[in-house]
């Protein structure tokens, strides 16, 4: 078992568009259904046209008042959405997920559902203010650390 385990690690997946296009609205209709999840959004190889090691989701979670273990939640949601779907699944919450994932996931990804539509703007406006007010100091950390001109 713990050697399948370490193969999965290494399996690729190859889907048509349609076929992708399937599962989303099968992961889609899934995640409409959970009233905590203010907006959803697909990242990673997943969007790409070559195949695929997982399906990589960031979700925000409308936790207002509610003390939250993201982890755990985190392992529910992959857990529920493994039901639907027979490819692995990575689900991050980003409420409180580093800044440089965050913009990743908005400059990269592909916004799947949205359930609070002022929740996200909010997100995306605060998460690019920050992003763009720390890059020059970025851009300096890392001229200065390890010589790269980023």
């Known amino acids: 078992m713990k050697e399948g385990r370490s193969l999965e690690r290494f399996k690729f997946y190859s889907l048509t568009n349609e076929e992708k296009h399937s599962l989303l609205q099968r992961i889609a209709a899934c ?6 999840i203010a907006f959803a959004y ?3 190889s997943f969007l790409g046209e070559g195949p695929f090691r ?3 989701l960031a979700v925000y979670i409308n936790d207002e008042g509610i003390d939250t273990d993201y982890f755990f939640y985190e392992m529910q949601l992959e857990d529920s959405l493994r039901q639907l779907i027979p490819f692995p699944i990575d689900v ?5 997920a580093p800044l440089s994932f965050k913009y990743s996931v908005l400059k990269n990804g592909y916004l799947l559902i949205e359930n609070v539509p002022n929740i996200r703007v909010d997100f ?4 690019l203010d920050r ?3 720390f890059a020059p100091f970025r851009k300096r950390y890392f001229k200065e650390t390890f010589g790269l001109e980023i």
């Open 124 to 127: 995306e406006e605060h998460t």
């Open 42 to 44: 697909l990242h990673g």
């Open 131 to 133: 992003y763009f007010d």
């Open 92 to 96: 991050r919450v980003i409420n409180r």
């Open 54 to 56: 997982d399906i990589d």
């Open 31 to 36: 995640l409409k259904g959970k009233e905590e």
